[in-house]
Structures are given as structure tokens and as C-alpha cells.
């Protein structure tokens, strides 16, 4: 059997990208890395023509798996077409990983907490606005225990817990300056932690649970949290695959939090997932699990594809 073609997109000096090499190296694998910033897309005048994404010398619609590991701001034309190539290359039959419009719900926190809620799922209540005023009403019938988070972050960064209504009001003044859309979730007291499960396909890969610091509400690893292994329950690992289905993602990081009456809330579910803190807390080589997963997937017919999602 021939070696399947894959490449991450990806920026440059990332740390998953030296991890997936390495494990490439233990399949024999020969990985290819492609800058997402130096996308060329092509749509030649002839009809029928294939149409063509390229990255350098890189033809990606030749590809069999394309693994998506860094999507990067800037202008709303940027984002757009960045996620145009990624479709153009799933109609011409490359497997992209996470699929172009689970990345877009993932990355979007209303988008992906709308998915979850129709999905029937249990979130935290949120509520959204653009209006300052507006804001800091909604600040106030979530009984000012609240978190103000940006539409678009990651690893915590930018969130913030005031602590009454006036450092409610100086923070949507704040944001009011230069993003201008409110993020506003309950704050549901998690005593200091909660759980990141790893899906991929039809399967939990690892889990582990997170602990913030002594005093501390931030559960993210990159804000100073431990973790630790944990093994969840079934009915644990059913949301965190129904999570990941409700939008479309195979490889999803889903993001789990038990309130002080033990009921759990699906926080978010992260599309490019590290793997870095639960690889080293559950034993398993989640790079080679995503080298292998991708293999898979490269030889399976796109009806399988559908049951991936949909299972």
C-alpha cells in the first residue's frame, strides 16, 4: 500500500509541528508543511479544469489528508479566504481535518454554543449583545457573577471576572473601544477545575482533569494550571462525543465543567487541539494517534466519512 500524502497546515516554529514530525518519522511518513499565510489559489479559464491551492511548490489539492493545526487572524477577508481554500480543496477530494466549517464553529464562541444548545446539550447560559448598555444589564441579570469573554481567543486569553458592576461597566467600556461585541457567561463555581476530554472519530483518546492555582478560576494550562489523568464516566464521554459531532469536528478538544450540584456544562469545543499536557498526563503518543487517525482516514470512502460525523 502506498504511503498516504499528507501535510499540516500550519505556521512556522509551532511546537506540534516538530511532535507530528517526529512521530511521521516512526510510521515513515514523509510530512509536509504548509503555511497558511502563503496560500495561492488558482481557477483556471478553461471548464473543467482542476482548480488549484498551492503553498510554495506545495500542489495541496494532491494531497490525501490535509491536517489543519493553525488558522491565523487578520481582516475578515483573510479568515474567508483562507476557509474558501479549504473547501475548495474538500471538492476536489483532499480529507481536511478538522473540516472547514467545524474550524469556523469552534473558533466562533456563539457559533459553537449555538451548535451545542441545538444539539441538546447543557452550556452555561450566555448572552451576547453589541450594545454597552445593553451589556452591562445582561452583567446584571447574571446576578454580576459573570465572565466577559472575547467572541475569538484561546488558552484564556482575555477573559475576564468582574468582580462588581463598576468593573463591569470599566471593562465593557474597554472592549466597547475595540471589538465591540459582548461576551457575557455565567460563572459557574467549578472549585478550581475541570475536564478536557481528547475526541477522535467515534472515540475518546484521553482525558485529563485541569486544576488552577491556589486562589485562582482559570483552569487553562498555558494560565499556570496543573493536570492530572482522570477517567471519565460513560456519561462523560457521550457529551464530549456528541459535542464534537454537534459541530462536525473529528479531532476535537472538548471542554467540560461540573457545577457545585455535579451537573455538567460543555464550555467549548477546541477544532485545533493541543495534546501536549495530556499526552504527557494519560502516557499515550497523541501526535502518532493523529498520524495514525489521518492514515485511516485517507483510505476510507467519503460514505465513511459521513458516519464519522454523524455516528
Not at 476536489?92 to 459553537?112: F, H, M, S
Not at 470599566?170 to 478550581?192: K, M
Amino acid at each position: 500500500m502506498t504511503a498516504p500524502r499528507i501535510a499540516v497546515l500550519c505556521g512556522p516554529n509551532l511546537w506540534h509541528v516538530d511532535d507530528l514530525r517526529r512521530a511521521a518519522k516512526l510510521r515513515n511518513l514523509d510530512l509536509e508543511i504548509a503555511d497558511p499565510e502563503k496560500l495561492r489559489a488558482e481557477c483556471p479559464a478553461q471548464p473543467g479544469s482542476t482548480q488549484s491551492v498551492r503553498c510554495a511548490d506545495l500542489e495541496l489539492t494532491e494531497l490525501d489528508v490535509l491536517l489543519v493545526r493553525s488558522v491565523p487572524g487578520g481582516s475578515l477577508e483573510q479568515v474567508v479566504y483562507r476557509m474558501d481554500a479549504l473547501q475548495t480543496l474538500r471538492a476536489a477530494g483532499v480529507t481536511v481535518i478538522n473540516p472547514p466549517k467545524a474550524v469556523e464553529a469552534a473558533v466562533d464562541k456563539y457559533l459553537c454554543l449555538c451548535r451545542l444548545h441545538e444539539a441538546g446539550l447543557p452550556v452555561p447560559r450566555t448572552i451576547v449583545c453589541e450594545d454597552p448598555d445593553q451589556a452591562l444589564e445582561a452583567f446584571g441579570e447574571l446576578e454580576e457573577q459573570a465572565l466577559v469573554k472575547p467572541l475569538f481567543g484561546a488558552e484564556g486569553r482575555g477573559i475576564i471576572r468582574p468582580g462588581s458592576l463598576a468593573e463591569a461597566g470599566s471593562a465593557i467600556r474597554e472592549i466597547a473601544s475595540q471589538q465591540g461585541i459582548f461576551y457575557l457567561q455565567e460563572y459557574i463555581d467549578h472549585g478550581g477545575t475541570d475536564l478536557r476530554l481528547f475526541v477522535m472519530g467515534n472515540e475518546i483518546m484521553a482525558s485529563m482533569k485541569r486544576k488552577a492555582p491556589p486562589g485562582q478560576w482559570l483552569t487553562n494550562i498555558s494560565q499556570g494550571s496543573s493536570a492530572e489523568s482522570f477517567v471519565p464516566g460513560d456519561d462523560i464521554e457521550e457529551l464530549a462525543l456528541r459535542a464534537a459531532r454537534a459541530v462536525d469536528a473529528e479531532i476535537a478538544g472538548v471542554d467540560i465543567l461540573e457545577g457545585p450540584d455535579g451537573a455538567p456544562r460543555i464550555l467549548e469545543v477546541n477544532a485545533i487541539p493541543g495534546w501536549r499536557a495530556i499526552s504527557e498526563v494519560s502516557g499515550k503518543d497523541m501526535a502518532l494517534a493523529v498520524l495514525d487517525y489521518a492514515t485511516e482516514r485517507a483510505a476510507a470512502p467519503e460514505s465513511e466519512t459521513i458516519g464519522v460525523l454523524q455516528s
